[in-house]
């Protein structure tokens, strides 16, 4: 079952943002010639000045998971963090068959 990875990061001063793009630019040019990779799209926030939205799908957790861990990746990403003040975000989702939503077990 696909993966939908939810990355967020928040920067807004505009000589660090000409930095970061490039980096950004080459994240999701490597990460669309990995194995399992399927789409991604990138947003601004309308209400959140600076902050930026990447979702990324990807077949598996595992396909997603090789190419966060990969070396390529941690030396883009190390490169972005030391540009930016806050840590990039990360959130992971499965998408929900058929509208049924999952039973979560009671809480006694």
């Known amino acids: 079952?696909?993966?939908?990875?939810?990355?967020?990061?928040?920067f807004d001063d505009k000589n660090i943002a000409?930095?970061?793009?490039?980096l950004i630019v080459r994240l999701r040019s490597?990460?669309?010639?990995?194995?399992?990779?399927i789409t991604d799209q990138a947003f601004a926030a309308l209400d959140s000045q600076g902050e930026y939205l990447v979702v990324s799908i990807w077949d598996t957790i595992d396909d997603?998971?090789?190419?966060?861990?990969?070396?390529?990746?941690?030396?883009i990403q190390r490169?972005?963090?030391e540009l930016t003040a806050d840590n990039t975000e990360y959130?992971?989702?499965e998408p929900i068959v058929g509208g049924i939503i999952p039973k979560f077990e009671a809480v006694l």
Do not use: D, F, H
């Open 18 to 22: 000409s930095k970061i793009a490039p």
């Open 79 to 81: 490169q972005i963090n």
């Open 1 to 10: 079952m696909s993966v939908c990875v939810i990355i967020k990061r928040k």
């Open 64 to 75: 997603w998971n090789t190419w966060m861990n990969s070396e390529l990746r941690q030396s």
């Open 30 to 37: 490597q990460a669309s010639i990995q194995p399992g990779y």
């Open 91 to 93: 959130r992971y989702y």
